[in-house]
C-alpha cells in the first residue's frame, strides 16, 4: 500500500487549502443543506472549518500535517504556491477559469483559506477540531458523523496513492460517517482516476450505495462530478466484513 503522508510536501500530496464556498461547490450542496455532524478528511490548510464552525455546523477537521508547528505549516505553503503558480500558468488551457477568472482569483481564495485557517486554528486545536490523524485509519467512533467531505486528496492522487489504498480510506470514512463526498474524481494529470470503478464495485458489494453526480463547478477540465456514498441498514449488519 502506498504511504502517502512519508511523502507529505509537494512531492507527493500538495498542502493547500480551499475556502468553504468552494467546497460547497464541489460537494453541490448550500451551506444550510449541511447535516450536524461534518467531518473534512485531509482537511490541511482548509478555511472550511473555521467558516462553518461560526456558521453553527460541528465540524472536524483531520489531517496528518497537524502534526506540523504552524510556521512549518506557513513554509510548506509558501512551497506549493510558488511551484503551483507557476505550474497554472504554464497549463492555463488544462483549467476552466470561469469560477476564479484567472491566477490571481484562484490564488486570493488560496491566501483567503490560509488565513482564516490560521486565526482558527490555534483555538480549534486546543478544543479538539483540528486533530492530527491520516487515512486509512481515523481516529472517531464508528457512526461519529453524519457526512464526510474528503477534498483533493483521493482519486486526485491515483498515481501516488494506489488502489489498495482507495480501498481501505473508503472502507473507513464510510464506518466513520453515514455519508461520504470525494472530490474531484479525475488525477492529477487531468485524466479520470482509475480507481473509480474499482473503488465503487468494493462499496456496493459492502452495501454501500454509491452515486456519482455533476456538481456546478469545473476547474480541472473534467472534474465536475462528485463521488458519494452512503451507508445503507444492510451494510451496517455486515461492517465487520468491511475490512476483508
Ligand atoms: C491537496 S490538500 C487538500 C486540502 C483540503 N482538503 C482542500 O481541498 O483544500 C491534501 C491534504 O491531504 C492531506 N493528506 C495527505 N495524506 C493523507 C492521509 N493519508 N489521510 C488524510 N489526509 C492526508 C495533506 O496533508 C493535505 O493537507
Do not use: K
Amino acid at each position: 500500500m502506498s504511504r502517502p503522508t512519508a511523502r507529505l510536501g509537494l512531492a507527493g500530496v500538495t498542502p493547500w487549502g480551499r475556502r468553504a464556498y468552494e467546497y460547497l461547490a464541489f460537494f453541490g450542496l448550500r451551506a444550510h443543506q449541511l447535516p450536524g455532524t461534518v467531518l473534512d478528511c485531509g482537511a490541511g490548510p482548509s478555511s472550511f472549518t473555521a467558516e462553518m464552525t461560526r456558521a453553527g455546523v460541528d465540524v472536524r477537521a483531520v489531517d496528518p500535517c497537524y502534526r506540523l508547528s504552524i510556521p512549518a505549516m506557513r513554509r510548506m505553503l509558501a512551497d506549493a504556491e510558488h511551484q503551483i503558480g507557476e505550474a497554472l500558468a504554464t497549463e492555463r488551457d488544462r483549467f476552466v477559469w470561469d469560477f476564479y477568472g484567472d491566477v490571481n482569483g484562484l490564488l486570493a481564495a488560496r491566501h483567503q483559506a490560509a488565513e482564516l485557517f490560521f486565526r482558527d486554528y490555534p483555538q480549534g486545536r486546543l478544543t479538539g477540531r483540528y486533530l492530527c490523524g491520516e487515512l486509512p485509519s481515523l481516529p472517531f467512533a464508528t457512526s461519529r458523523f453524519d457526512l464526510a467531505f474528503c477534498s483533493h486528496l483521493l482519486f486526485l492522487y491515483s498515481q501516488e496513492l494506489d488502489l489498495e489504498f482507495h480501498l481501505s480510506a473508503l472502507s473507513e470514512l464510510t464506518r466513520v460517517a453515514a455519508e461520504v463526498r470525494v472530490f474531484p474524481m479525475i488525477s492529477l494529470d487531468g485524466t479520470p482516476s482509475p480507481h473509480v470503478e474499482a473503488c465503487r464495485q468494493f462499496l456496493e458489494r459492502r452495501n454501500v450505495r454509491v452515486a456519482i453526480e455533476a456538481v456546478p463547478f469545473e476547474f480541472q477540465r473534467g472534474a465536475d462530478r462528485v463521488f458519494r456514498a452512503w451507508r445503507t441498514a444492510d451494510s451496517r449488519q455486515s461492517r465487520r466484513d468491511w475490512a476483508t
